[in-house]
């Protein structure tokens, strides 16, 4: 049992001990406290304090010399945890009063009317809002560097042939710049995720107080504007017990999360051997410890994993939330930790995928052969009968059929194919065929708009440089 555990006695809570004989039993200290956790959020909870304080000021609620007191010392308190970290004290139970119990110490009863006209309930409400926001904000520059990463591989790539899947059964020719383009698509939607969560959230819950505002003449604009919220929340029931906004941070990560699993999941069948496409940047694999021969993609299998935990957060508040009744309640003190795990891991997630796609070395040799040899260019020959023979496009299939398995049968690839072979499993075909059985006159050919023609590809990239606002 650790220290803390320690029954601290009779001795009543300082700051809600009035009507209790005695002090909280150990579990109860224990279960209570929130400190190790969210001391994460000093810097907003000071951040939103000076806020409170300077309008208490301006409103003439408190006096202009403990507005002062309480600025100055919220700012020492600000330079002491940047130097010496937050303190952890059960008995303090959470960064509120943490805060305030050393602003006591610090400035004497003036640190009492910080507390006026305000309550943890739209404090911590207030408090996590600002963290979430920062943290999209850092999330947000962060998916800009990995959509950097995967413009600049697209682009060295525009041109290099693989094989598009479907059912992971080679499908048609595709080029790996298309293919990455397709992570950069996904990877806006998530930014774009992130910056509607941050909008919607841009609403102050501080003077709700508890749940029903306050009679003092708070202005609830002021603070709003000085934390940098578009407006004040408009119901207090609502504001103290609305937890939303970390709900919809964490579905924001969730399906970021989900995305980044699935580029590492084709970054871990690339490596495997059979497929050789891609070779991992060492600093971001690992070795066996008995099989010498072995570059595990750790990292991107890591990322495949995490998702799962993110997911998990994003469930995890969700139940949390879904019975309670308003307004606040306590089971929402453990709305923090989820979001802190998911931000974390994500945050992690997006660097590894970042250095994945920048410094892996793709084997475009292998992606074309593969191509080649996957008979990928099929629906070209049928569409060729179609178009220049006039053949259904279900007999043209057919007879496409019987060209994939004299191919494979010779082991070569559909190009390949001398003109009298084709021509024995069907007269109507004459060499101008071999014009549409390539793999890059395949490709050049899908020249619709979002399609995988090296220039659609390229028109695609200048576009998505431009909305990233870079010079072209
Ligand atoms: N530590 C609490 C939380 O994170 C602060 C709010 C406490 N409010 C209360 N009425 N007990 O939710």
New binding site residues.
């Given amino acids: 049992m650790s220290d803390k555990r320690k029954d601290t006695g009779t001795s009543s809570n300082q700051m809600w001990g009035g009507r209790f004989a005695e002090g909280p039993s150990a579990i109860m200290r224990e279960i209570n406290a ?1 400190i190790p956790f ?1 001391k994460a959020l000093w810097r907003q909870d000071i951040a939103a304090s000076k806020a409170h304080a300077q309008m208490l000021g301006t409103q003439g609620i408190i006096s202009e010399a403990d507005c002062e007191a309480i600025i100055g010392g919220l700012g020492q308190i600000a330079d002491e945890y940047t130097r010496d970290g937050v303190p952890e004290d059960w008995d303090l ?2 960064i ?1 009063m943490t805060v305030e119990a050393r602003l006591t110490e610090l400035i004497g009863p003036a640190a009492g009317r910080l507390h006026t006209a305000r309550s ?2 739209d404090q ?1 409400a207030t408090d996590f809002r600002l963290w979430v926001r920062d943290t999209i904000d850092q999330t947000e520059a962060l998916l800009a560097q990995l959509q950097l990463a995967l413009l600049s591989q697209a682009e060295a790539h525009a041109d290099s042939i693989m094989p598009g899947f479907t059912h992971l059964q080679t499908a048609q020719p595709v080029t790996l710049g298309h293919h990455l383009m397709a992570y950069f698509e996904m990877i806006e939607r998530d930014r774009n995720r992130f910056n509607d969560a941050r909008t919607r959230l841009s609403m102050s819950p501080l003077g709700s107080a508890a749940l029903a505002g306050t009679g003092f003449p708070i202005d609830r604009d002021m603070t709003a504007k000085a934390l940098g919220f578009a407006a004040p929340t408009r119901n207090s029931l609502d504001a103290v017990s609305d937890r939303d906004f970390a709900l919809d941070i964490l579905m924001a990560a969730s399906q970021c999360a989900l995305h980044l699993s699935r580029l590492a999941e084709e970054f871990i069948i690339w490596a495997s051997q059979p497929f050789g496409f891609v070779r991992m940047a060492d600093s971001l694999s690992t070795g066996s410890s008995i099989m010498p021969q072995k570059k595990n993609p750790d990292a991107a299998e890591l990322v495949r994993g995490h998702t799962g935990r993110i997911i998990g957060c994003a469930t995890s508040l969700m139940i949390t939330m879904k019975g309670l009744p308003l307004a ?1 309640s ?1 089971d ?2 453990d709305d ?1 930790p989820p979001v802190f795990e998911a931000a974390g891991l994500l945050e992690l997630c997006i660097a590894a995928m970042t250095g994945m796609v920048a410094d892996s070395s793709f084997n475009t040799a292998r992606m074309r052969q593969a191509a080649e040899l996957g008979y990928a260019t099929a629906t070209d020959l049928a569409d060729w009968l179609v178009r220049e023979a006039d053949v259904p496009f279900r007999e043209a299939h057919h007879i496409t059929g019987a060209a994939v398995k004299r191919a494979e049968a010779d082991g070569v690839a559909l190009d390949q194919l001398p003109l009298s072979v084709l021509q024995e499993i069907d007269s109507r075909i004459d060499d101008r065929v071999f014009g549409a059985l390539s793999v890059d006159a395949s490709v050049a050919s899908r020249n619709s708009y979002g399609g995988t023609a090296p220039d659609q590809v390229k028109a695609q990239i200048a576009a998505a440089k431009e909305r990233m606002g870079m010079k072209q």
């Fill in positions: 929130s969210d139970e959470d509120h943890r309930n911590v606040y306590k929402m003190q923090k």
